[in-house]
T-cell receptor, first 114, second 111 residues
């Protein structure tokens, strides 16, 4: 199993450009998450999806949109990139059972906005 | 906001037990304590979780105080590979509760 796969691994954008970060999981998990991590900082939740067809805002949703395309895929879109969005982006998934919700993370996308 | 408080950094000698504290004084009865670690720039890795009883697995032990307001993650025999940022997270049982990471504790294992 590949687990959680993120593409691309690296991306450089100019201010104002748009792009979509892709995330797919093959573990049949219901919940998926997008986090960002700035240098030397902890992870901050951008958006999450508790189940297919639902999405909800996290701590820092401004400037982002998400799509839960199906159970496997959860994409993050930057409509007009800004330098403040330079960060490492992590996608994660979990299988909610109520008593055990382990997160499985992808390897991250390093995004630089110039 | 994160529901937990952790020291920003700690040192531990290689081969000794590393004890990482976490304060979660506002924890509710339906909230679990989870621990993750992040090695260098990789995605975080699940370590252990618990509700009120102490838990142990192949990676670590989790000690939760009787009032559940704090917990300690114990790495029994720390190695250099345990150098990482350790995150303590509180999450409720209900599906829609968000998983919020705080700033974690940067653990340095000293040779």
């Amino acid at each position: 199993n590949a687990g959680v796969t993120q593409t691309p691994k690296f991306q450089v954008l100019k201010t104002g450009q748009s792009m979509t970060l892709q995330c797919a999981q093959d573990m049949n998990h219901n919940s998926m998450y997008w986090y960002r991590q700035d240098p030397g900082m902890g992870l901050r939740l951008i958006y999450y999806s508790a189940s297919e067809g639902t999405t909800d805002k996290g701590e820092v949703p401004n400037g982002y949109n998400v799509s839960r395309l199906n159970k496997r895929e959860f994409s993050l879109r930057l409509e007009s990139a800004a330098p403040s969005q330079t960060s490492v982006y992590f996608c994660a998934s979990s299988d909610w059972t109520g008593f055990n919700e382990k997160l499985f993370f992808g390897s991250g996308t390093q995004l630089s906005v110039l | 906001d994160a529901k937990t408080t952790q020291p920003p950094s700690m040192d531990c000698a290689e081969g000794r037990a590393a004890n990482l504290p976490c304060n979660h004084s506002t924890i509710s009865g339906n909230e679990y304590v989870y621990w993750y670690r992040q090695i260098h720039s990789q995605g975080p890795q699940y370590i252990i979780h618990g509700l009120k009883n102490n838990e142990t697995n192949e990676m670590a032990s989790l000690i939760i105080t009787e009032d559940r307001k704090s917990s300690t993650l114990i790495l029994p025999h720390a190695t250099l590979r345990d150098t990482a940022v350790y995150y303590c997270i509180v999450k409720a049982v209900n599906r829609d509760d968000k998983i919020i990471f705080g700033k974690g504790t940067r653990l340095h294992i000293l040779p």
